[in-house]
């Protein structure tokens, strides 16, 4: 069934008794130690990851010019990525900076030279051009974003998540560039998250316009099929807590979410509510503060 198809019946309840606050019965895993900085990168860049990146590297670079292969390994490409980590806490306007005598940063210009980093970011790959998927926007991309999503969403979650889109910021050229004027950076690629109230992420989405349903969930309307699609990893019947803004809210959503036993809430538009004659702004307005619908 999808959104609208069918009212809901809404009855008034008269009691002024409410539930029960639903206990979580989920648990959140125990940390045996506390792992350095480069383990945690590690559980995330496996070594079977960072391998198809190495083979689709050199790949590309002997598609490109077999007189000149790459020649890249693991451990070069560990350092790459370290190189590219400390960049961005550092912050310099211009890569050649690090090198550059006035502001060399050590860190980075000791570990490798600034032509064979520059060679790197010119044929770094993640799939073969040749066998690119017209139907997905994000073939070249789709091995790591596919890698980074089963890591995330094999964390422990917190009981209180909640499912919102952020921008990454971005000014170039791409079709899946997005404008967003009420966002901080209106510029960039939107990305669908679901997130722990600590912050940490544990499903991603990256918007790329129409999606298909998988059709083991159900079609709620675009934006409600969002939800469904990122509370896949929450565990069912265990009383997790999920919000989301007006955008995401309906009934439907909040009917289905409820068979699963996850609870919700949202804020919600009034054309979203069928069936229900609720008072205009302009009578609330009119009746002062403390108004009710």
Known sequence: MTEGTQHPKWKRSSSTSTSPYPEWQGQLATADEIKSPLQYFREFFSKEILEVIVQESNLYAIQKDPSKPLN??????EQFLGTVVYMSLFGLPASRMYWNKATRVPQVADTMTLNRWEVIKHYLHFSNNQQQEDDDPLYKIRPLVSHLTSKLTS????????????????????RLKMYMPLKP????YKILILAGSDGVPYNIEIYTGRVNQPPELRDVGASGNVVLRLAQPIPKKKNYKLYFDNWFTGVPLVLTLAKQGIHCTGTVRVNRLPGVN?????DLKRGGRGAMV
Not at 72 to 77: D, K, P
Not at 185 to 188: A, D, L, N, S, V
Not at 278 to 282: A, G, H, I
């Open 72 to 77: 890249l390994t693991v451990n070069e490409l």
């Open 155 to 174: 964390i422990p979650m917190t009981e209180n998540l909640s499912v919102d889109e952020q921008m990454v910021p971005f000014k170039g050229r791409h």
């Open 185 to 188: 950076k209106k510029w960039g």
């Open 278 to 282: 609720l008072k205009s702004d302009t």
